[in-house]
Nanobody, 121 residues
Framework: QVQLVESGGGLAQPGGSLRLSCAAS????????MSWARQAPGKGLEWVSG????????YYADSVKGRFTISRDNAKNTVYLQMNSLKPEDTALYYC??????????????WGKGTLVTVSS
């Protein structure tokens, strides 16, 4: 069955960096786009970033553009989210999700359990 396991969350200071990873299994990873989304305490789910199945293009929410970078290694069935210049408002539970298509956008059908990112001094 499809499994998505996130890791790399933790406590970071404002201005600091973290790198999230998502290990995927149970499907042909290289055939599907992947996305990251987050949910801040007391708020709704926010899509953060998406990447094409072959890594040829990426998309970002305005709130993270220029600070976060999504990438993938299809040989390792893993997608990453490099987060730089972190802000307290980036504090959230970060989820990895499998898209339903080779391009991000149409929707996601499987989600991981999330990894918590806390940005605080």
């Amino acid at each position: 069955q499809v499994q998505l396991v996130e890791s790399g969350g933790g406590l970071a200071q404002p201005g600091g960096s973290l790198r999230l990873s998502c290990a995927a299994s149970g499907f042909t990873f290289s055939s599907y786009a992947m996305s990251w989304a987050r949910q801040a305490p007391g708020k709704g789910l926010e899509w953060v970033s998406g990447i094409y199945s072959d890594g040829s293009d990426t998309y970002y929410a305005d709130s993270v553009k220029g600070r976060f970078t999504i990438s993938r290694d299809n040989a390792k069935n893993t997608v990453y989210l490099q987060m730089n210049s972190l802000k307290p408002e980036d504090t959230a539970l970060y989820y990895c999700a499998k898209d339903t298509n080779w391009s991000p956008g149409p929707g996601m059908d499987y989600w991981g359990k999330g990894t918590l990112v806390t940005v605080s001094s």
